[in-house]
């Protein structure tokens, strides 16, 4: 009996993910960010040859049982290079990024379950002038995105994934065999990936880079990030350091949060209850309740929010959204 399954990375640029000089050339153009991907994704070739995303780490493999044990195992899937959008107004033309070689581990198997692995990734197709934060300190090639992905497929027909390693910029969206949205890599770190990811700092040199990987959030929150992020009214913008106090429990707050970037730490009575990471939408049961915030918000690592005005969402969607954040009744 064959057995298949994969696990899927789509790596795209979100917009705000990059501040100070370099993001001019997104803001006027010709560089674009990206839209955020599908839910659920099925044609791979199709998505990459679109300019939607920038760089996809297709994982799939394959396993043959006899009689409960696994009798032979092997790779189906690559990496595939997506295609940038340059240009100005509606004259935009899709460009090639450059890709790496797929690094495939030789899986080693066992009667009951094979793990693999791939790296997949490659070069923006721009030189992306800079100064590096070692030698040679001045550098014209872009620096390489990437993700390492894990699967484990076993005998009896079930898998699970890992988020092994991924460059630190852009944004990495996983997806399970079903091709639907479960994982996101929470931070993004342009300044990082910029000024230190070249030469051996790279899986084609000696080094993956850890990826923080959290949950995905509902529905409902991702559409309400879109209207938060280009419904008209700009938001506010602000960043945490690691350990810094988004709110505090009990405090007055009348503010809505969109998190853009990193981890927060869920806190109640001083303990902590959950993680949540990008997309999730914070601070609604305030405006909903009592006017005050029912949870600490403690950045885990950096952290960019969003402000919103309560006023960009109803209120019946904030009781949707509210109704699946009674997290302290779930611990």
């Known amino acids: 009996m064959r057995i298949e399954s994969s696990v899927t990375s789509l790596s795209w640029i979100p917009s705000e993910a990059i501040s100070g000089m370099m993001r001019l050339p997104f803001d006027i153009g010709p560089v674009h960010y990206d839209d955020p991907p599908p839910d659920r994704i099925a044609n791979i070739p199709e998505l990459a040859g679109s300019g939607a995303v920038r760089f996809i780490n297709d994982l799939r493999a394959w396993i043959e049982v006899e009689n409960g044990s696994i009798v032979s195992h092997g790779h189906s899937g690559r990496g595939w290079i997506g295609r940038t959008k340059?240009?100005?107004?509606?004259?935009?033309?899709?460009?090639?990024?450059?890709?790496?070689?797929?690094?495939?581990?030789?899986?080693?198997?066992?009667?009951?379950?094979?793990?693999?692995?791939?790296?997949?990734?490659?070069?923006?197709?721009?030189?992306?002038?800079?100064?590096?934060?070692?030698?040679?300190?001045?550098?014209?090639?872009?620096?390489?995105?990437?993700?390492?992905?894990?699967?484990?497929?076993?005998?009896?027909?079930?898998?699970?994934?890992?988020?092994?390693?991924?460059?630190?910029?852009?944004?990495?969206?996983?997806?399970?065999?079903?091709?639907?949205?479960?994982?996101?890599?929470?931070?993004?770190?342009?300044?990082?990936?910029?000024?230190?990811?070249?030469?051996?700092?790279?899986?084609?040199?000696?080094?993956?880079?850890?990826?923080?990987?959290?949950?995905?959030?509902?529905?409902?929150?991702?559409?309400?990030?879109?209207?938060?992020?280009?419904?008209?009214?700009?938001?506010?913008?602000?960043?945490?350091?690691?350990?810094?106090?988004l709110v505090k429990q009990g405090d007055a707050g009348q503010e809505l949060f969109l998190l853009l970037d990193g981890v927060l730490s869920v806190e109640v009575d001083g303990k902590p209850i959950a993680e949540v990471g990008p997309g999730a939408i914070l601070g609604e049961r305030a405006l909903l309740e009592t006017g005050t915030r029912t949870a600490t918000l403690r950045a885990l690592t950096a952290v960019r929010v969003a402000v919103a005005s309560p006023d960009q969402v109803s209120a019946e969607a904030l009781a949707e959204v509210a109704g699946g954040h009674r997290r302290e009744e779930n611990v």
Do not use: C
């Open 86 to 245: 340059l240009g100005f107004g509606s004259r935009l033309l899709l460009f090639p990024a450059i890709p790496m070689p797929d690094i495939q581990p030789q899986p080693q198997p066992d009667r009951k379950a094979v793990r693999f692995t791939q790296t997949s990734g490659g070069r923006p197709p721009l030189p992306l002038p800079r100064k590096l934060n070692r030698p040679p300190f001045v550098q014209i090639i872009p620096p390489v995105v990437w993700t390492t992905l894990a699967l484990t497929i076993n005998a009896d027909g079930s898998s699970s994934h890992e988020v092994l390693g991924a460059s630190p910029f852009p944004r990495h969206w996983i997806y399970d065999a079903s091709g639907k949205l479960a994982n996101k890599v929470a931070t993004t770190d342009f300044s990082s990936w910029s000024g230190d990811i070249f030469g051996a700092r790279t899986p084609w040199g000696k080094e993956d880079s850890p990826a923080f990987v959290t949950q995905v959030e509902s529905e409902l929150e991702r559409e309400l990030s879109q209207r938060i992020m280009r419904g008209g009214a700009k938001p506010q913008f602000r960043k945490l350091a690691k350990d810094e106090i």
